[in-house]
């Protein structure tokens, strides 16, 4: 079975860059979920969407950061201008929501930037 | 606010010699407590989910158990590939899916 897949692995940029990630959910998946992973905050959920749709995004850091789900397939997480302390390793992860079961993750994109 | 804590945040053990990691909770209610293992460069990678008080789980030498307050992740004559870092978390009573997690514990399983 295909697991979550991110792009890219690693992404190194200048500060004041538009940044986007991208996420595939486990097929059948209906809930998706962007994390942010920092030595300082440990891992911290940025948002999560149910069948596509945003059902919290209060951890979204500021403005510079949007997220979509256009569908049951597709993510994004954009920041533009990326600053320096955006720096950290993102995680998407999905789950079917609706019955106990664990979150899945993907294996991340560290983002460096310059 | 849930808040997660574990202790400690890194433990190294000799091959063999078993130990405990800690994960205390605060949270409202709680729907589910997780447990987690990260590899480096590697996404977390779901371990155990425990409910309620009393409850335990077990897989290969790691065992899960759960009180009103914190959770042991107890490790049993490891071996030097159960090094990696552990992560709890919990979810919390209510329609929210959010998971809010530990800063987690660092094993190293010395040969």
């Known amino acids: 079975d295909a697991g979550v897949i991110q792009s890219p692995r690693h992404e190194v940029t200048e500060m004041g860059q538009e940044v986007t990630l991208r996420c595939k959910p486990i097929?059948?998946?209906?809930?998706l979920f962007w994390y942010r992973q920092t030595m300082m905050r440990g891992l911290e959920l940025l948002i999560y969407?149910?069948?596509?749709?945003?059902?919290?995004d209060s951890g979204m850091p500021e403005d510079r950061f949007s997220a979509k789900m256009p569908n049951a397939s597709f993510s994004t997480l954009k920041i533009q201008p990326s600053e320096p302390r955006d720096s950290a390793v993102y995680f998407c992860a999905s789950s079917f929501a609706g019955i106990e079961q664990p979150q899945h993750f993907g294996d991340g994109t560290r983002l460096s930037i310059l | 606010e849930d808040q997660v804590t574990q202790s400690p945040e890194a433990l190294r053990l000799q091959e063999g010699e078993s130990s405990s990691l800690n994960c205390s909770y605060t949270v409202s209610g709680l729907r589910g407590l997780f447990w987690y293992r990260q590899d480096p460069g590697k996404g977390p990678e779901f371990l155990f989910t425990l409910y309620s008080a009393g409850e335990e789980k077990e897989k290969e030498r790691l065992k899960a158990t759960l009180t009103k307050k914190e959770s042991f992740l107890h490790i049993t004559a490891p071996k030097p590939e159960d090094s990696a870092t552990y992560l709890c978390?919990?979810?919390?009573?209510?329609?929210?899916?959010?998971?809010?997690f530990g800063k987690g514990t660092k094993l190293t399983v010395n040969p």
């Open positions: 097929s059948g998946h209906n809930s």
């Open positions: 969407f149910n069948n596509n749709v945003p059902i919290d």
């Open positions: 978390a919990v979810r919390s009573q209510g329609g929210s899916e959010k998971l809010v």
